[in-house]
């Protein structure tokens, strides 16, 4: 299972805010889930999607065009792709390894 860590950029927008692009592509997120075996966790700064590399890059595809289909003419998109294949890796056991190693070094 991959991971990818996805920003949309609107760019263009009436105002700074683009938190009604977020949530629309939120949105968007939720209803895939019931199509495509993804799982999703909105961030401060960026939205963190896991599944299988291609189904991801559908995904992202599909989020991308979010604010084109709201009316903006250009749209930044940021990717990162983390795709180890050597054992399964998901955001909660990402997060559970570093709560081990924490742990570890409080018992020193």
């Known amino acids: 299972m991959a991971i990818v860590d996805v920003t949309i950029i609107p760019i263009g927008t009436e105002t700074p805010s683009v938190s009604s692009y977020v949530a629309t592509i939120q949105e968007v997120l939720e209803d895939m889930t019931k ?8 961030t401060p700064m960026s939205t963190l999607i896991e599944g299988d590399v291609s189904t991801l890059l559908d995904v992202v595809k ?5 604010p084109f289909e709201q009316g903006i003419d250009r749209v930044a998109t940021n990717i990162r792709i983390d795709d180890r294949r050597d054992q ?4 909660q056991s990402k997060l559970n390894s570093v709560a081990v190693k924490m742990k570890k070094e409080d018992d020193q």
Request: charged letters at 20%; zero cysteines; proline letters at 0%.
């Open 35 to 42: 199509t495509h075996d993804i799982t999703y966790q909105l």
């Open 62 to 66: 599909k989020i991308h065009e979010v």
């Open 88 to 91: 399964t890796s998901t955001l």
